[in-house]
């Protein structure tokens, strides 16, 4: 009676049975494509809506840029008398901001306007905003802006 030889089929059927698992892990696992680039998005703790949007365009690498941060309540209400500072840099490359961007302005109705802002590289430039209020606590928000 000849041997059967289980190794030869065992063998291949396990490695199909793996192929399948793992092309069922890498096609149900979340992307990751690249940073959250959204310029709206609830604060950390979800007190706040907050959008940034650039004046004058999209931002370039080296000049001064100017931004218009909005703070809304989940309700829609903007969010009055915030104090507001950020921070920020390129997590990638380990480095802060070259600048200190500062709020200069409320502009009334929830939106606050921030100068100051240099990037001086292409890349993904992480901002985070500490935001509070003497009426609805403190919150932050971050944001990547990506040049
Ligand atoms: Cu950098």
Known sequence: MRKIPWGMIIIP??????VFC????YLSAPRHDGPDVARAKRSENKLFVASLAPEGGEPKVGPLSSWVLTL?????????NALISLDGGM?????????KPT????LGEGHYRVDGLKFTMPGVWMLKFEI???D???DEATFNVVL
């Open 91 to 99: 997590p990638d490359h380990n480095h802060g901001l070259p600048t």
């Open 132 to 134: 509070s209020t003497p």
């Open 136 to 138: 609805y606590g403190s």
């Open 103 to 106: 709020v200069t302005a409320d």
């Open 22 to 25: 793992f092309a069922q892990i």
């Open 72 to 80: 809304r309540l989940p309700n829609g209400h903007p969010v009055r």
């Open 13 to 18: 059927v396990f490695a199909l049975i793996a």
